[in-house]
Antibody, heavy 117, light 108 residues
Framework: EVQLMESGGDFVQPGGSLRLSCAASGFTFSNYDMSWVRQAPGKGLEWVSAVGGSGGYTHYADSVKGRVIVSRDNSKNTLYLQINSLRAEDTALYYC??????????WGQGTLVTVSS | SSVLTQPPSVSVAPGRTADITCEVSNVGTKSVHWYQQKPGQAPVLVMHYKSDRRSEIPERFSGSNSGNTATLTISRVEAGDEADYYCQVWDDSIKHILFGGGTKLTVL
């Protein structure tokens, strides 16, 4: 069974940093691009970042570019998202997502990031 | 770059047909995917690429594209179909994944 399990969400003050992790299982992790998608409370879905299967390329939404780094460790089947200079508007549930090239076919349950003073 | 526009809400009586639209600017040959999100749950892919329904999704769900508009059609709507629905594309010109704002489907 394909599974994605996020962790690392926390309550942090503005300007702080967090590293989110996503443990993948049930598929050949290195064969798939992966993305992070977030959802602010009561709001819609917002794509944050994507990384190629080998880690050879990364893409970022304009709203986080320069503050976020996506990476992966294929030997550990783990995806990461480093978020720096956190802002109140980064408060959201962050989903780890498997990209099948015909859509995001598997989503984790999300990890909650709350930014507040 | 593209913008995806969805109606905020659609209401339909049980047993009727619901059409949820997604207007995609500069659609070109973009593939539009659809997701269903029920309250408190992660989104689920229900339709991918050019109206291909995932095997575990009921046949009542179908997709179509016409001009700049993609449509998710749910036939014989049931109470369990009540959810938020999102369209999504990959915009190769800016290397971004884009989501529509979402449509809340209410079953009356």
């Amino acid at each position: 069974e394909v599974q994605l399990m996020e962790s690392g969400g926390d309550f942090v003050q503005p300007g702080g940093s967090l590293r989110l992790s996503c443990a993948a299982s049930g598929f050949t992790f290195s064969n798939y691009d992966m993305s992070w998608v977030r959802q602010a409370p009561g709001k819609g879905l917002e794509w944050v970042s994507a990384v190629g299967g080998s880690g050879g390329y990364t893409h970022y939404a304009d709203s986080v570019k320069g503050r976020v780094i996506v990476s992966r460790d294929n030997s550990k089947n783990t995806l990461y998202l480093q978020i720096n200079s956190l802002r109140a508007e980064d408060t959201a549930l962050y989903y780890c997502v498997k990209d099948s090239e015909v859509g995001f076919d598997c989503w984790g349950q999300g990890t909650l990031v709350t930014v507040s003073s | 770059s593209s913008v995806l526009t969805q109606p905020p809400s659609v209401s339909v009586a049980p047993g009727r047909t619901a059409d949820i639209t997604c207007e995609v600017s500069n659609v070109g040959t973009k593939s539009v995917h659809w997701y269903q999100q029920k309250p408190g749950q992660a989104p689920v892919l229900v339709m991918h690429y050019k109206s291909d329904r995932r095997s575990e999704i009921p046949e009542r769900f179908s997709g179509s594209n016409s001009g700049n508009t993609a449509t998710l059609t749910i036939s014989r709507v049931e109470a369990g179909d009540e959810a938020d629905y999102y369209c999504q594309v990959w915009d190769d010109s800016i290397k971004h994944i884009l989501f529509g704002g979402g449509t809340k489907l209410t079953v009356l």
